[in-house]
């Protein structure tokens, strides 16, 4: 089950254009495309009249025209035209989506439509942040969307996962802090003195130990903040003075594909080198490479879970924050099937 009154992110800005982008989200068949004025639309993708993918047809104009019997859909999942009659019944519509297109992705709501608002975004408002660079892209993930937020969360597999990147034996030597306010869960780390990871060394230039932290927030259904950073022992970053350091924000959501899978979309912002191009694609590289090793870790993970599903699983304190955000979402899904009218009459 997933929790449906939220928005997920549905695709990257620059996935969507005039040809048919087929995406499963939720468990559901997805068709995303944009209009000629450049305007995201999403439909179900499906004719409702055998079934057949509408993403196997084309566009035309800002409609869509099903690849088997040629029935014509609008943006608002109306069919328009069959060929062979002018009356076309009432019941030969499909579902559309509401979108909002923000912060460089599309985002969608996949619930009541007349519960979608805009003022439920989370907040990613730091991509476009005048002083900050991004960069971003979208991840496979061969694991249920819950293994991604946990892997975000716990950021004690640095040490042993991306030891060539990012991680250090430091990262688990250090114990976190975990706090909750309302549902948002946060996960903090300092590390005093610690010698700095390679990329940190080719981002920042440091040639001794520094101090470091992770800061991981998780909100449902699926976001996850990160703010990381260095800076020179004893500069003043752990009392709040960041200035002597590099500062970096990775914002993700992990929406659900199946109950098996996710699509991944991150986003890294920094405060450092904003206009250097090197630096984005040095960056880039690095995060494609940490994210091949954990989406390896995760469908390994799966795969094992589908194979044992009954077997049992201990946690350990780094899993404080994780066991408190999937707790958050079991209640949250009472509370929305609860919600749902009693159709059974």
């Given at each position: 089950m997933f929790l449906r009154n939220h928005w997920y992110v549905a695709a990257?800005?620059?996935?969507?254009?005039?040809?048919?982008?087929?995406?499963?989200?939720?468990?559901?068949?997805?068709?995303?495309?944009?209009?000629?004025?450049?305007?995201?639309?999403?439909?179900?993708?499906?004719?409702?009249?055998?079934?057949?993918?509408?993403?196997?047809?084309?566009?035309?104009?800002?409609?869509?025209?099903c690849g088997y019997h040629g029935?014509?859909?609008?943006?608002?999942?109306?069919?328009?035209?069959?060929?062979?009659?002018?009356?076309?019944?009432?019941?030969?519509?499909?579902?559309?989506?509401?979108?909002?297109?923000?912060?460089?992705?599309?985002?969608?709501?996949?619930?009541?439509?007349?519960?979608?608002?805009?003022?439920?975004l989370p907040d990613f408002s730091i991509i476009d942040r005048e002083g900050w660079a991004a960069v971003g892209a979208r991840v496979d993930v061969k694991a249920n969307y819950l293994y991604g937020v946990d892997n975000l969360l716990d950021l004690s597999h640095l040490s042993y996962v991306h030891g060539r990147t990012i991680g250090t034996l430091d990262v688990a030597r250090h114990a976190v802090t975990t706090t909750r306010q309302g549902d948002t869960v946060k996960v903090t780390r300092w590390m005093h003195d610690v010698p700095p990871p390679p990329t940190f060394v080719k981002l920042g230039g440091f040639d001794s130990n520094i101090d470091r932290w992770q800061i991981a927030t998780a909100a449902p259904p699926c976001y996850v903040w990160l703010e990381v950073g260095g800076a020179k022992v004893g500069t003043g970053a752990m009392e709040g003075n960041r200035s002597q350091g590099i500062e970096r924000w990775n914002l993700n959501v992990v929406t659900p594909e199946t109950d098996k899978t996710a699509h991944l979309f991150w986003t890294e912002v920094r405060n450092f080198k904003i206009d250097d191009p090197d630096t984005t694609q040095l960056l880039k590289a690095q995060i494609d490479a940490t994210l091949e090793e954990d989406a390896e870790v995760?469908?390994?993970?799966?795969?094992?879970?589908?194979?044992?599903?009954?077997?049992?699983?201990?946690?350990?304190?780094?899993?404080?924050g994780s066991v408190a955000f999937r707790r958050t979402i079991d209640r949250m899904l009472r509370e929305e099937t609860a919600a749902q009218p009693d159709r059974s009459h």
């Open positions: 990257r800005s620059e996935e969507l254009g005039r040809s048919l982008l087929a995406r499963r989200i939720l468990n559901e068949p997805v068709l995303l495309y944009r209009t000629g004025a450049g305007e995201a639309v999403a439909i179900e993708d499906r004719c409702c009249h055998r079934n057949v993918p509408l993403s196997i047809g084309k566009l035309v104009n800002d409609d869509v025209q029935l014509v859909f609008d943006r608002a999942g109306r069919c328009i035209s069959m060929p062979g009659q002018e009356k076309i019944p009432a019941a030969a519509r499909i579902k559309s989506f509401p979108l909002i297109e923000r912060w460089q992705m599309v985002w969608i709501w996949m619930g009541d439509p007349a519960l979608a608002d805009e003022a439920r995760l469908a390994a993970q799966q795969l094992t879970m589908d194979l044992l599903p009954h077997a049992k699983t201990v946690d350990i304190a780094f899993d404080a």
